[in-house]
């Protein structure tokens, strides 16, 4: 112990009488400090059934409503993502007007239209592919396979990433992801 700090010393001094301290004191004994902040609460008694517990206070609406739109003009004229923060200036393009020839109207289609189907994406299960698709912008998904009749357009192929339908000598290719 010669060659030992003298803060060591006392810190090892201290942890001997601390651990002789704790073996002669009665450990069922509570501090007195311990005692006198261990009051028991007052708490009211919980109720019994849902219907006993008391409404709560109403916020008033005004709390949670929006600021009128009119207030918030700061965010379209100066924008976050802009270097400048200001809005960009407006771009003119002209257009060149549509020259459409004549054609003589048929007596009526000779096919049927173009599908009214969104290309959802297509799934591999069991090595045959399927194609998932929406019908008129509908949320409901269906899935096709090669072969299915689809508003009298046939199901041709289906890839990973294109469906091709057909009706005659006619080919009609959705793609996603291009």
């Known amino acids: 112990m010669k060659d030992w700090h003298p803060i060591s010393k006392l810190m090892v ?55 009128p739109i009119g207030e918030f003009t700061a965010m379209v004229d100066r924008p976050l993502f802009s270097p400048r923060r200001r809005p960009s200036e407006p771009v003119l393009v002209a257009l060149e007007p549509e020259v459409r020839d004549e054609v003589a109207p048929q007596a009526g289609p000779v096919g049927p239209l173009d599908p009214s189907i969104a290309f959802v994406g297509s799934i591999r299960r069991g090595g045959e592919s399927m194609a ?47």
């Open 13 to 67: 001094l201290g942890g001997v009488l601390a651990i002789g301290y704790v073996l002669v004191t009665d450990g069922d004994e509570k501090p007195p400090v311990a005692v006198a902040a261990s009051a028991e609460p007052d708490l009211p008694e919980a109720p019994r059934r849902l219907a006993d517990i008391p409404d709560l206070p109403t916020v008033p609406p005004a709390i949670f409503a929006l600021r």
């Open 132 to 178: 998932l698709i929406t019908r008129d912008g509908g949320l409901v998904i269906e899935a096709i396979h090669a072969g299915d009749d689809i508003d009298g357009w046939t199901v041709m192929t289906i890839d990973d990433r294109a469906l091709e339908l057909g009706y005659e000598d006619q080919r009609y290719k959705l793609e996603i992801f291009k």
